[in-house]
């Protein structure tokens, strides 16, 4: 049941007075309710389980584990110079 | 896909693998809690690629194969009745119960209907006023936050004739369960990501110091799980305890707020019955009292059911990071996927269903370097 997927909202909208968004996942769209993300905004990625949004992605976070393979990489090299 | 395709490239995961290997000096055994990432990890063979001594156990993250035999034949029940439409998530419908489950009633002429979001259960009841929508809102604190929203906006909208049938339970009670075992060998978690996206992660903190162990809250795509799996053996190799959060892109401290606090408005928590592992107290949610009219175990007041489980199947043991799937005498002989004996062979979290349909029937068999 932990199985939520990323999304980028395209559109907001109301309805029973709930917030709810068009989202985008790679080319098939769906409404999801955006209640618990209320500042999102069009053209932001959220986490998706079972049509509610459960978090914006955050895109800074996101760069993390590739700085730190990068960081590893320059690591890598060193100690290929050094044998 | 944006956010998910990068987290899949084999040029990084062979690095992140390679990193594990680098630091690994002395066996450690890693349980991670979520079904979902029991499944990932099978698929994209991440267990296989890591070095000998790291060895990961499945944990009982899969809300499915926890909810109690008692709860699967009452939806049944309920589900037979011709005045109900009843509701489920897909793979609740194949779940055994003692002697039929949710599809064979289906398929006996019952009213059962898969639906992708509870919101969906409300336009349902709203099209069938002569009919009561029952929703089975099985799931971890991941789902919370949604089937809180139904029932509060059944509420709200004065829809009476929905009701759910609730096996919410919770992780951390799980994982001190687990801990306080006599026989446990776990020595470090990979954190359930998404559940943590919802509650945050302050209340592993007290946790990780009172077992003095590293909880790493871990996604679930294969660079999430190998960066998971990546901190926590470095935390174990370095005796460093408590708790950290590599998968901050879903992440925050205080997970979502307004979800938890909409959570708390309509939920309460209590003990619960976990299939396989017994009684865990404190464990799982029910409804508040001033939520009681959608409480479908005391609208539909079921007599005592006599309960069968099946005296082969082993799905205790292996929730528990006991014994693997290919352990047990029946894996792939009698209980398949199309005939299974127990939760585990049939839930997409289930190990030993995901053992099954990426062909582990030895178990793991380790990628040569």
């Known amino acids: 049941m932990c199985l939520a997927i990323p999304g980028k909202v395209v559109d907001l909208y109301r309805e029973h007075d709930v917030l709810m968004g068009k989202v985008d996942f790679g080319g098939v769209a769906k409404r999801v309710c955006l209640e618990h993300t209320p500042e999102v905004q069009p053209g932001q990625y959220v986490i998706v389980h079972v049509g509610f949004a459960l978090q914006v992605v955050d895109e800074e976070e996101a760069k993390q584990v590739f700085s730190f393979l990068e960081g590893m990489n320059e690591l890598g090299e060193l100690q290929t110079d050094q044998t | 896909m944006k956010y998910q395709q990068e987290y899949r490239d084999p040029v990084a995961a062979q690095k992140l693998r390679q990193a594990i290997a680098g630091i690994t000096t002395q066996p450690w055994t890693i349980m991670e809690v979520c079904g979902g990432q029991t499944h990932s990890i099978v698929k994209y063979g991440i267990d296989e690629l890591l070095p000998p ?57 019952g009213d059962v209907r898969i639906v992708y979001s509870p919101l969906d259960c409300l336009k349902i009841a709203e ?50 369960a687990i801990l306080s075992s006599p026989t446990n060998r ?33 996604g679930f795509e ?27 892109r879903a992440v925050r401290r205080e997970g979502n707020r307004p979800a938890r606090q909409l959570v708390d408005e309509v939920f309460e928590v209590g003990d619960r019955k976990w299939r396989g592992i017994g009684t865990i107290p404190q464990s799982g949610l029910k409804l508040r009292p001033e939520f009681a009219e959608y409480d479908a175990e005391t609208r539909f007041a079921v007599s005592q059911l006599e309960v069968l489980e099946s005296d082969v199947c082993i799905s205790g043991l292996i929730l528990q990071g006991i014994r693997k799937p290919h352990e047990c005498p029946a894996f792939g002989k009698t209980c398949t996927p199309e005939r299974p004996l127990g939760a585990t062979m049939v839930s ?5 269903a995901a053992y099954y349909n990426y062909g582990r029937y030895r178990g793991t068999t380790p990628v040569p370097v």
């Open chain 2, 222 to 248: 294969p660079l999430d799980l190998l960066e998971g799996i990546y901190r926590c053996v470095s935390m174990l190799e370095a005796g460093k305890v408590g708790v950290e959060n590599p998968y901050a």
């Open chain 2, 53 to 109: 001594k790291v060895e990961l156990v499945h944990g009982p993250g899969c809300p499915v194969c926890v909810t109690p035999l008692e709860l699967i034949d009452r939806a049944i029940a309920i589900a037979a009745r011709p005045e109900v439409i009843f509701c489920s998530f897909g793979d609740m419908l194949r779940v055994p119960g003692s002697k039929r489950d949710l599809f064979d009633v289906k398929a006996a002429g």
């Open chain 2, 127 to 176: 099209q069938n006023p002569d009919r009561t929508v029952v929703f089975f809102a099985v799931g971890f604190e991941t789902t919370s936050p949604p089937n809180a929203m139904a029932v509060m906006q059944a509420k709200r909208r004065g829809i009476k004739n929905f009701a759910v049938l609730v096996s919410h339970v919770l992780v951390p009670p799980a994982m001190r």
């Open chain 2, 186 to 218: 776990v020595q470090g978690f990979l954190g359930a990501g998404h559940v943590c996206a919802v509650m945050g992660y302050e209340e592993y903190e007290p946790l990780a110091q009172e077992f003095q162990i590293p909880i790493v809250v871990t």
């Open chain 2, 348 to 352: 997409s979290e289930g190990a030993c």
